[in-house]
Nanobody, 119 residues
Protein backbone atom coordinates (compact mmCIF):
# COMPACT_ATOMS: atom_id res chain seq x y z
CA UNK A 1 0.00 0.00 0.00
CA UNK A 2 1.41 3.36 -1.05
CA UNK A 3 1.67 6.00 1.61
CA UNK A 4 2.96 9.57 1.45
CA UNK A 5 3.44 11.44 4.71
CA UNK A 6 4.31 15.12 4.75
CA UNK A 7 5.93 16.93 7.65
CA UNK A 8 7.68 20.18 8.40
CA UNK A 9 4.83 22.64 8.14
CA UNK A 10 4.03 25.19 10.79
CA UNK A 11 3.76 28.85 11.65
CA UNK A 12 6.57 31.08 10.43
CA UNK A 13 7.06 34.82 10.25
CA UNK A 14 7.33 36.61 6.92
CA UNK A 15 10.85 36.30 5.59
CA UNK A 16 11.38 33.02 7.39
CA UNK A 17 12.18 29.58 6.04
CA UNK A 18 10.74 26.10 6.22
CA UNK A 19 11.75 22.71 4.95
CA UNK A 20 8.91 20.37 4.05
CA UNK A 21 9.53 16.64 3.87
CA UNK A 22 7.55 13.84 2.29
CA UNK A 23 8.23 10.22 3.15
CA UNK A 24 7.05 7.69 0.58
CA UNK A 25 6.50 4.01 1.24
CA UNK A 26 5.12 1.10 -0.75
CA UNK A 27 6.27 2.48 -4.08
CA UNK A 28 9.27 2.07 -6.39
CA UNK A 29 10.14 5.66 -5.76
CA UNK A 30 12.95 6.29 -8.21
CA UNK A 31 10.87 5.70 -11.35
CA UNK A 32 8.35 8.39 -10.49
CA UNK A 33 8.25 12.12 -10.78
CA UNK A 34 7.55 14.07 -7.61
CA UNK A 35 5.88 17.38 -6.98
CA UNK A 36 4.60 19.74 -4.33
CA UNK A 37 1.23 21.41 -4.64
CA UNK A 38 -0.51 23.84 -2.35
CA UNK A 39 -4.06 24.91 -1.70
CA UNK A 40 -4.96 28.12 0.05
CA UNK A 41 -8.42 28.66 1.56
CA UNK A 42 -10.96 29.35 -1.14
CA UNK A 43 -8.49 28.70 -3.93
CA UNK A 44 -7.73 25.84 -6.28
CA UNK A 45 -4.83 23.53 -5.68
CA UNK A 46 -1.79 24.78 -7.57
CA UNK A 47 1.54 23.30 -8.58
CA UNK A 48 4.47 24.72 -6.64
CA UNK A 49 7.38 22.64 -7.92
CA UNK A 50 7.99 19.43 -9.83
CA UNK A 51 11.05 17.21 -10.14
CA UNK A 52 11.09 14.54 -12.82
CA UNK A 53 12.57 11.09 -12.45
CA UNK A 54 15.38 12.13 -14.80
CA UNK A 55 16.00 15.44 -13.04
CA UNK A 56 13.92 18.00 -14.91
CA UNK A 57 12.68 20.75 -12.61
CA UNK A 58 9.79 23.19 -12.78
CA UNK A 59 8.90 25.99 -10.36
CA UNK A 60 5.82 28.14 -10.34
CA UNK A 61 6.65 31.74 -11.05
CA UNK A 62 5.31 32.72 -7.63
CA UNK A 63 8.01 30.71 -5.83
CA UNK A 64 10.88 30.73 -8.31
CA UNK A 65 14.08 31.79 -6.61
CA UNK A 66 12.63 31.14 -3.16
CA UNK A 67 12.01 27.39 -3.25
CA UNK A 68 14.11 24.32 -3.95
CA UNK A 69 12.67 20.88 -4.59
CA UNK A 70 14.87 17.85 -4.10
CA UNK A 71 14.61 14.11 -3.65
CA UNK A 72 16.56 11.31 -2.03
CA UNK A 73 15.79 8.11 -3.89
CA UNK A 74 17.73 5.99 -1.43
CA UNK A 75 15.48 7.16 1.40
CA UNK A 76 12.26 7.61 -0.62
CA UNK A 77 12.09 11.24 0.44
CA UNK A 78 11.01 14.46 -1.25
CA UNK A 79 11.85 17.88 0.12
CA UNK A 80 10.77 21.45 -0.45
CA UNK A 81 12.98 24.16 0.95
CA UNK A 82 11.17 27.48 1.14
CA UNK A 83 12.90 30.76 1.89
CA UNK A 84 11.74 34.36 2.20
CA UNK A 85 8.25 33.17 2.96
CA UNK A 86 5.36 35.54 2.34
CA UNK A 87 1.83 35.61 3.76
CA UNK A 88 0.56 34.54 0.33
CA UNK A 89 2.50 31.29 0.74
CA UNK A 90 0.02 30.29 3.45
CA UNK A 91 -1.63 27.06 2.34
CA UNK A 92 -1.83 23.34 2.85
CA UNK A 93 1.09 21.78 1.00
CA UNK A 94 0.69 18.37 -0.61
CA UNK A 95 3.26 15.89 -1.81
CA UNK A 96 2.52 14.17 -5.13
CA UNK A 97 4.28 11.13 -6.59
CA UNK A 98 3.23 10.23 -10.10
CA UNK A 99 4.23 8.57 -13.30
CA UNK A 100 3.19 6.27 -16.08
CA UNK A 101 4.77 3.70 -18.27
CA UNK A 102 4.21 0.35 -19.79
CA UNK A 103 1.55 -1.28 -17.68
CA UNK A 104 1.12 1.40 -15.07
CA UNK A 105 -0.26 4.88 -14.50
CA UNK A 106 -0.03 6.06 -10.93
CA UNK A 107 -0.81 9.24 -9.04
CA UNK A 108 -0.34 9.32 -5.29
CA UNK A 109 -1.04 12.11 -2.80
CA UNK A 110 -0.24 12.80 0.79
CA UNK A 111 -2.63 14.26 3.35
CA UNK A 112 -0.96 17.64 3.40
CA UNK A 113 0.89 19.82 5.88
CA UNK A 114 -0.22 23.31 6.87
CA UNK A 115 2.10 26.25 6.30
CA UNK A 116 1.07 29.55 7.83
CA UNK A 117 3.09 32.69 7.23
CA UNK A 118 2.09 35.42 9.63
CA UNK A 119 3.60 38.00 11.92
Amino acid sequence: QVQLVESGGGLVQPGGSLRLSCAASGVTFSIYSVAWYRQAPGKQRELVARLGSLGSIYYASSVKGRCTISRDNARNMVYLEMDDLKPEDTAVYYCNVFGHGQGYSDDYWGQGTQVTVSA
